[in-house]
């Protein structure tokens, strides 16, 4: 009998171990685990491999000859260029991707995936029973308002919650993630809550189901994509026949339409698009217009027809899914300017919609904003400072206490002129700076270096005084008082006070503004 058909039984009525041979390598073969009952995902039968290292995925349908090409460019081709040069570990961790393609002698094809890391698994379950103990961590558990609800029974237990920072960064990973597919001129699709698995506690993503990728003009799409993450012009147009030219298909442009969605629901725990307007009596009609060509922002801001009402959300969606309460003005100017262009402007024209890198940098930028609230039983922890007369947290209302400084990055545009970069950098207790803050030449990405990473200061409340203590800078100068600010020194941060961080070039000055006096 054949590797490939192979079968050794453990005993005569446990599982058994099975051998399916790679379409890519010759010779090579991955035995799996069959009880009988796999987990049955969307198109694909799961099997564990005998180490829980990798699971083997069978499709159930029959694979044509270009799903087949597909696939094997994913496993090889693809696999090459995302991995197998620098930065490719960084990437391993931010996708699962499929790395071998194999077949059964019956004809069933599948795909050899790596097991998720251990953190993306549920440790504690629910906060009163251990229901979803060991259960995967999609997105979606930490999308939704109710179960962080402390007096919803099945809300998910604290200590799996992180805080508002944390999801700043999950979501700062899978632009990422989405940029570098876009940079390889594929698109994911079905990017959605469901193909995306976070943990808030490690402030870690990792983007799942990467085999219904599409390659415009050469791999259609499987699908359409996820319910509440389908682009509108897609929905619009899902009556035409399949092969009808104007009917709009998965893209980049449909991807750019999820990922604010996602965004979104992961900082304010509720749906950009399912607010109070009924489009159609008939329920499926009307969630098909809502979502499609009467789509509309529930926080437009000149068309207010699609706010929620509140006399029909659920008691357990509140405070989040009252805007007046929370407005989405909340997350910053940076993420305010993109939701507007993501739903108002680029909602029904997808040409006008942010690409990945910019929801990235805004994202960074706005961590750059954020303060951590002063009251510990805060369930955010943090908020951004919005620099207003009487600033406080938004979430637990505590108000913030004492001077903040405020500082606004400068670069040089030409040789003395200095122009601002609309960068600032709002100052906490023990916050560092670090070399991106101080050069405009070193990019905050997944291409820093351990060197990079490290601190090269720290703000810190000293004897009643705020000052910036350098830690690695060696042309520090404070160019109010025309003073150089040695290593393992420190300088006084007051108002209006300027700093020249490095006189190398891309070096940049900074400009003092005390907040909340």
């Given at each position: 009998?054949?590797?490939?058909?192979?079968?050794?039984?453990?005993?005569?009525?446990?599982?058994?171990?099975?051998?399916?041979?790679?379409?890519?390598?010759?010779?090579?073969?991955?035995?799996?685990?069959?009880?009988?009952?796999?987990?049955?995902?969307?198109?694909?039968?799961?099997?564990?491999?005998?180490?829980?290292?990798?699971?083997?995925?069978?499709?159930?349908?029959?694979?044509?000859?270009?799903?087949?090409?597909?696939?094997?460019?994913?496993?090889?081709?693809?696999?090459?260029?995302?991995?197998?040069?620098?930065?490719?570990?960084?990437?391993?961790?931010?996708?699962?991707?499929?790395?071998?393609?194999?077949?059964?002698?019956?004809?069933?094809?599948?795909?050899?995936?790596?097991?998720?890391?251990?953190?993306?698994?549920?440790?504690?379950?629910?906060?009163?029973?251990?229901?979803?103990?060991?259960?995967?961590?999609?997105?979606?558990?930490?999308?939704?308002?109710?179960?962080?609800?402390?007096?919803?029974?099945?809300?998910?237990?604290?200590?799996?919650?992180?805080?508002?920072?944390?999801?700043?960064?999950?979501?700062?990973?899978?632009?990422?993630?989405?940029?570098?597919?876009?940079?390889?001129?594929?698109?994911?699709?079905?990017?959605?809550?469901?193909?995306?698995?976070?943990?808030?506690?490690?402030?870690?993503?990792?983007?799942?189901?990467?085999?219904?990728?599409?390659?415009?003009?050469?791999?259609?799409?499987?699908?359409?994509?996820?319910?509440?993450?389908?682009?509108?012009?897609?929905?619009?147009?899902?009556?035409?026949?399949?092969?009808?030219?104007?009917?709009?298909?998965?893209?980049?442009?449909?991807?750019?339409?999820?990922?604010?969605?996602?965004?979104?629901?992961?900082?304010?725990?509720?749906?950009?698009?399912?607010?109070?307007?009924?489009?159609?009596?008939?329920?499926?009609?009307?969630?098909?217009?809502?979502?499609?060509?009467?789509?509309?922002?529930?926080?437009?801001?000149?068309?207010?027809?699609?706010?929620?009402?509140?006399?029909?959300?659920?008691?357990?969606?509140?405070?989040?899914?009252?805007?007046?309460?929370?407005?989405?003005?909340?997350?910053?100017?940076?993420?305010?300017?993109?939701?507007?262009?993501?739903?108002?402007?680029?909602?029904?024209?997808?040409?006008?919609?942010?690409?990945?890198?910019?929801?990235?940098?805004?994202?960074?930028?706005?961590?750059?904003?954020?303060?951590?609230?002063?009251?510990?039983?805060?369930?955010?922890?943090?908020?951004?400072?919005?620099?207003?007369?009487?600033?406080?947290?938004?979430?637990?209302?505590?108000?913030?206490?004492?001077?903040?400084?405020?500082?606004?990055?400068?670069?040089?545009?030409?040789?003395?002129?200095?122009?601002?970069?609309?960068?600032?950098?709002?100052?906490?207790?023990?916050?560092?700076?670090?070399?991106w803050h101080v050069n405009r030449h070193v990019v905050r990405n997944e291409k820093l270096t351990a060197e990079q990473k490290t601190p090269v200061g720290y703000f810190t409340f000293h004897h009643g005084k705020w000052v910036l203590?350098?830690?690695?800078?060696?042309?520090?100068?404070?160019?109010?008082?025309?003073?150089?600010?040695?290593?393992?020194?420190m300088v006084d941060l007051t108002d209006g006070k300027k700093l020249l961080l490095s006189n190398e070039a891309g070096g940049r000055v900074v400009v003092i503004t005390m907040a909340n006096k």
């Amino acid at each position: 009998m054949s590797q490939s058909s192979s079968t050794n039984f453990l005993n005569k009525t446990g599982p058994t171990v099975k051998s399916v041979p790679s379409i890519i390598t010759p010779g090579k073969t991955y035995q799996y685990v069959d009880n009988g009952e796999p987990m049955r995902g969307g198109m694909k039968d799961v099997y564990f491999g005998p180490d829980k290292s990798y699971v083997v995925a069978f499709y159930r349908d029959k694979q044509d000859y270009n799903s087949r090409e597909r696939l094997k460019k994913l496993v090889t081709q693809y696999y090459d260029s995302f991995f197998n040069r620098e930065g490719g570990e960084y990437y391993k961790e931010l996708y699962c991707w499929p790395t071998d393609m194999v077949e059964t002698t019956d004809g069933k094809v599948g795909l050899v995936v790596p097991t998720y890391n251990k953190n993306f698994f549920f440790k504690q379950g629910y906060a009163t029973s251990e229901g979803i103990k060991g259960k995967e961590k999609q997105g979606l558990w930490f999308a939704s308002a109710k179960f962080r609800n402390p007096q919803f029974a099945l809300r998910l237990d604290e200590s799996e919650l992180g805080n508002w920072l944390s999801y700043f960064q999950i979501c700062v990973k899978i632009a990422r993630g989405v940029k570098r597919l876009h940079a390889a001129g594929l698109a994911h699709s079905d990017l959605s809550y469901k193909n995306v698995l976070i943990d808030p506690v490690s402030k870690s993503a990792t983007i799942i189901d990467i085999d219904g990728l599409v390659v415009p003009g050469l791999y259609p799409p499987d699908v359409i994509g996820t319910a509440d993450f389908i682009a509108p012009e897609v929905l619009a147009t899902k009556h035409l026949p399949l092969r009808d030219p104007n009917r709009k298909h998965a893209n980049r442009t449909t991807d750019l339409h999820a990922l604010p969605v996602m965004i979104y629901l992961y900082l304010l725990y509720r749906h950009p698009l399912k607010g109070g307007k009924v489009n159609s009596l008939d329920t499926e009609q009307d969630d098909l217009l809502s979502m499609g060509e009467k789509a509309l922002f529930i926080e437009h801001p000149t068309d207010a027809s699609n706010r929620p009402k509140m006399n029909q959300v659920s008691k357990w969606t509140l405070p989040w899914a009252d805007v007046a309460k929370l407005p989405y003005t909340i997350t910053g100017p940076y993420l305010k300017a993109l939701f507007d262009q993501a739903f108002v402007t680029g909602l029904h024209d997808p040409n006008h919609r942010p690409n990945a890198d910019q929801w990235e940098q805004a994202l960074l930028k706005t961590t750059d904003l954020m303060q951590p609230c002063s009251n510990p039983k805060c369930q955010q922890k943090w908020f951004v400072f919005d620099n207003t007369a009487s600033p406080k947290c938004p979430f637990c209302g505590t108000p913030v206490k004492g001077t903040l400084p405020v500082l606004d990055l400068y670069y040089e545009f030409k040789p003395t002129v200095w122009r601002p970069e609309q960068h600032r950098l709002m100052v906490y207790h023990n916050q560092y700076l670090f070399q991106w803050h101080v050069n405009r030449h070193v990019v905050r990405n997944e291409k820093l270096t351990a060197e990079q990473k490290t601190p090269v200061g720290y703000f810190t409340f000293h004897h009643g005084k705020w000052v910036l203590v350098n830690q690695k800078l060696t042309s520090l100068k404070d160019l109010t008082e025309d003073k150089e600010i040695p290593v393992n020194t420190m300088v006084d941060l007051t108002d209006g006070k300027k700093l020249l961080l490095s006189n190398e070039a891309g070096g940049r000055v900074v400009v003092i503004t005390m907040a909340n006096k």
